[in-house]
Nanobody, 128 residues
């Protein structure tokens, strides 16, 4: 059974940076897409970023494009989300997701529901 563990969240001032990590165990990720979504209090889950199984293509929500970067190392079974120029509206719990149902998927990632397995999340709080 796949197990995803996020880390790296915290409190940061607006304009600051954080790097989230997602360590995966229970299976190798070298054939599946991975992504990040977030959920703020009182709001629905929101797609943030996605990356294809081989890292060849990345996808971002318009709200984070140019500020966030998703990356992966299949040998380390790990995915990262580098977040720069953070804004108060980025405050949320961030979850790492795995697209286990579609191996070697070559389509686009743009929805939270593109991923079917999730970690417990890590809190990111951006103060103004």
């Amino acid at each position: 059974q796949v197990h995803l563990v996020e880390s790296g969240g915290g409190l940061v001032q607006a304009g600051g940076s954080l790097r989230l990590s997602c360590a995966v165990s229970g299976r190798t990720i070298n054939s599946i897409g991975m992504g990040w979504i977030r959920q703020a209090p009182g709001k629905e889950r929101e797609f943030v970023a996605g990356i294809r199984w081989n890292g060849g293509n990345t996808y971002y929500a318009d709200s984070v494009k140019g500020r966030f970067t998703i990356s992966r190392d299949n040998a380390k079974n790990t995915v990262w989300l580098q977040m720069n120029n953070l804004k108060p509206e980025d405050t949320a719990v961030y979850y790492c997701g795995a697209d286990q149902l579609r191996t070697y998927y070559s389509g686009t990632y743009y929805r939270a529901n593109d991923f079917d397995s999730w970690g417990q999340g890590t809190q990111v709080t951006v103060s103004s």
